[in-house]
């Protein structure tokens, strides 16, 4: 007889399951992993897997019921089948108008991913992807494991999961998803739609080869080799982060692209600062914008083994903070008598610039205390972060912060200044997200204000409807989000009330989220 090879049982099987699920016979996705799995240990047992051998592993791990053995039996042999067995009767084959069950959220536990060999990984991960169950968060998980796994995703699915991994896994997944770019333009593309710290890992070959892409690539190394300095202090890594530089700002001179240039430029001044923070000083790095300081000054915090350093880390953190708007529990609205307080300052600029009314008066209008969330998971790292930071320019109006990804953190208020700076710097981003969870915890208060990009990734109700409910019991709730964020859920959450806020990550987002928050 003839023997199969196991992507065509595989296959098979695959075609076998859609039909059942097709005439309202669902069948799960676990029952389908261990069909998959028995059918590769019979082939691997006995060198070879026959048509009436994938059968009998198909009727045995599929077929639930007797009703369901009937549909199977006439799926694979057709209706003589059924008649041989005396099994007249049995269901039809699909017909219109019925819909397929639909899959449910996987629940494959992730030790299952982490414990499986690479062979049954490439298996597991080929049903999924085919059965529609591959979510971005399980994707992630599997490509940390075998990152070759991302040549069989399409590059909206690869780069998806990457932002849900860790850096090091991540840049391995960019640098192959880049090296089967069709194009140097839609290598340009993906790269520009990534995090450039995460680029280290491509290789110049070919159209790369002395482009604005190398020069950022190699931007990217100078500032990955000047972390590991910071870290171990082995001189071997400032050696090769100066060279990477070295050889960035060469490829600078003649970019052909003002973007990627910018951005190696940009990676280039963070290289420097970090060499120097190595050294002791900090000088360089107070000079970057705060969307830069922010990511920069958590990974060496988290990298540094010296107390030392970490607290000078945290001043630094303080001091570049402490220049936003008012950090106090009471904000200042002008009046335009003599209610107020008389402000002197603004009162001599308005005289200067000879206006009638030159007098400016100002009074104290107490802030409203709230709760605010903030998405923790992997893909909301750099914002969040910036929200975190905002968060402590209005410190005082916080009574409550829940942080959560697939765990929730309720911290009651109202917190220190120093605690929300140590909180910022010591943070892993990482997990996924469960905002209705975080909602739920969040009853009781009077204020809401949420930062994240609202997308569920937990079983669970979805957050729009747990928002709904929060605001039809009399919470205000408002929605702060990148412009990635889930539209439908947005949509909802506005039909129902919440104020929303989609803000771009540029260089007064801090301003504006600090502004949001106490205003709120």
């Known amino acids: 007889m003839k023997q199969m090879k196991l ?17 309202g016979r669902f069948v799960s996705l676990a029952e389908e992993l261990t069909a998959a799995t028995l059918a590769e240990a019979y082939l691997n047992l006995n060198g070879g897997l026959s048509a009436d051998d994938l059968k009998l592993i198909a009727l045995s791990t599929l077929a639930k019921n007797e009703e369901t053995r009937k549909a199977l039996l006439l799926l694979i042999e057709g209706p003589r089948a059924l008649k041989d067995r005396g099994l007249e009767g049995g269901p039809a084959l699909p017909y219109n108008g019925l819909k397929a069950e639909p899959l449910a959220q996987s629940t494959l536990p992730y030790d299952a991913i982490s414990r499986a060999s690479p062979q049954r990984l490439r298996y597991i991960f080929s049903i999924m992807r085919r059965s529609g169950a591959l979510q971005p968060s399980l994707a992630a998980r599997m490509l940390e ?46 790269a520009k739609s990534v995090d450039p710290r995460l680029l280290w890992r491509v290789e110049a070959k070919g159209a790369l080869k002395g482009s604005s892409l190398e020069a950022l690539s190699r931007a990217s190394a100078a500032v990955r080799y000047a972390s590991l300095y910071f870290e171990y202090g082995d001189a071997r890594y400032e050696i090769t982060a100066a060279e990477e530089a070295k050889r960035s700002e060469e490829l600078l001179g003649r970019a052909d692209d003002p973007e990627l240039a910018k951005r190696a430029a940009d990676l280039l001044a963070e290289s420097k600062a970090i060499i120097s923070a190595s050294r002791g000083s900090f000088t360089d790095l107070v000079k970057l914008p705060l969307q830069t300081l922010v990511p920069i000054v958590q990974d060496l915090y988290m990298n540094s083994r010296s107390k030392r350093l970490r607290r000078e880390l945290q001043r630094l953190l303080s001091r570049s903070l402490s220049r936003g708007p008012g950090q106090r529990g009471r904000r200042f609205t002008y009046a335009e008598d003599s209610h107020g307080r008389l402000d002197v300052r603004k009162s001599t600029m308005m005289y200067v610039r000879l206006s ?28 969040s972060s910036m ?121 007064v987002m801090p301003t504006k989220i600090s502004r949001i928050i106490r205003k709120a």
Not at 7 to 23: C, D, G, M, Q, T
Not at 172 to 187: M, P, T
Not at 357 to 365: A, I, N, P, Q, S
């Open 7 to 23: 992507e065509e049982a595989l296959e098979a099987l695959h075609k076998w399951v859609l039909e059942l699920r097709s005439i």
């Open 145 to 190: 494991r075998r990152p070759a796994l991302a040549l069989k995703l399409s590059t909206s699915e690869g780069l998806s999961a990457t932002a849900l991994m860790r850096a090091d896994k991540a840049s391995e997944v960019i640098s192959k998803i880049i090296s089967r770019a069709n194009s140097y333009e839609d290598a340009v593309r993906i």
């Open 356 to 383: 009638n009314d030159f007098l400016v008066f100002r009074v104290h209008e107490k802030l409203k205390k709230k709760t605010l969330i903030v998405d923790v998971s992997g893909s909301m790292r750099h914002y």
């Open 387 to 507: 929200a975190l930071a905002s968060a402590v320019m209005a410190s005082r109006t916080i009574d409550r912060l829940i942080l959560f990804n697939d765990r929730i953190n309720a911290l009651k208020g109202p917190l220190s200044e120093g605690a929300l700076i140590r909180l910022l710097v010591s943070l892993r981003f990482e997990g996924f997200t469960n905002l209705s969870g975080a909602l739920l915890q969040a009853r009781g208060s009077r204020r809401v204000v949420v930062v994240s990009d609202l997308r569920q990734t937990v079983a669970g109700p979805r957050p729009s409807e747990t928002a709904c409910r929060l605001i039809k019991g009399g919470t205000r709730v408002m929605v702060i989000s990148p412009p990635t964020v889930n539209v439908a859920e947005l949509t909802d959450l506005s039909a129902c009330g919440a104020r929303i806020n989609v803000i771009e990550e540029d260089s």
